[in-house]
Antibody, heavy 119, light 109 residues
């Protein structure tokens, strides 16, 4: 069973870049059966899709965040990453990574990591 | 941008049936997924491709679809089912944009 674990700083200063990594265990990130997604949840709010990446390297991003985000894959480390530039307090959220099993949905999620943007 | 609409809250007594709806223009063309999120936990997939149930999800969870309206039904609700439920689908215009509904809080009275 695949497991996902997010990691990264819990506190980021305004205008800086938020960098998070999701480590995949129990499976290969290079598998053609899956692709990989980031989702966030603002405090007390619903889920917001950030974007996803295919094994080919193709990415699809939320239009509202597209100008500030980059999602990448490091197959040698079995990890994928999120970079969100020029953060503000509005980027304070719990960030989740998830495995997407094609049309079978986001079937495995990480536990989430809380990121606070504050000086 | 594309939106999915859910009722903010649904309340039922234990043993009753809870129905949570999700509406959106593209739902007749794209699959819908349902996620359960209990307080302080990560979401869990409970229904995929409108009506399919992942292994390990109790049979009391079911999904249905009719045009631009999809429904998550929980039969014989138990106290442990109290959670937020989110529908999720994708824009059908070719942008691949994934969208979540605003979420429904299910309260078991």
């Amino acid at each position: 069973q695949v497991q996902l674990q997010e990691s990264g700083p819990g506190l980021v200063k305004p205008s800086q870049t938020l960098s998070l990594t999701c480590t995949v265990s129990g499976g290969s990130i290079s598998s053609d059966d899956y692709y990989w997604s980031w989702i966030r949840q603002h405090p007390g709010k619903g889920l917001q899709w950030i974007g996803y990446i295919f094994n080919s390297g193709s990415t699809y991003y939320n239009p509202s965040l597209k100008s500030r985000i980059t999602i990448s894959v490091d197959t040698s480390k079995n990890q994928f990453s999120l970079k969100l530039r020029s953060v503000t307090a509005a980027d304070t959220a719990v960030y989740y990574c998830a495995e997407v099993r094609g049309e079978n949905g986001m079937d495995v999620w990480g536990q989430g990591t809380t990121v606070t943007v504050s000086s | 941008s594309y939106e999915l609409t859910q009722p903010p809250s649904v309340s039922v007594s234990p043993g009753q049936t809870a129905r949570i709806t999700c509406s959106g223009d593209s739902l007749s063309k794209q699959y819908t997924y349902w996620y359960q999120q209990k307080s302080g936990q990560a979401p869990v997939l409970v229904i995929y491709k409108d009506t399919e149930r992942p292994s390990g999800i109790p049979e009391r969870f079911s999904g249905s679809s009719s045009g631009t309206l999809v429904t998550l039904t929980i039969s014989g609700v138990q106290a442990e089912d109290e959670a937020h439920y989110y529908c999720q689908s994708a824009d059908s215009s070719g942008t691949y944009e994934v969208v979540f509904g605003g979420g429904t809080k299910l309260t078991v009275l």
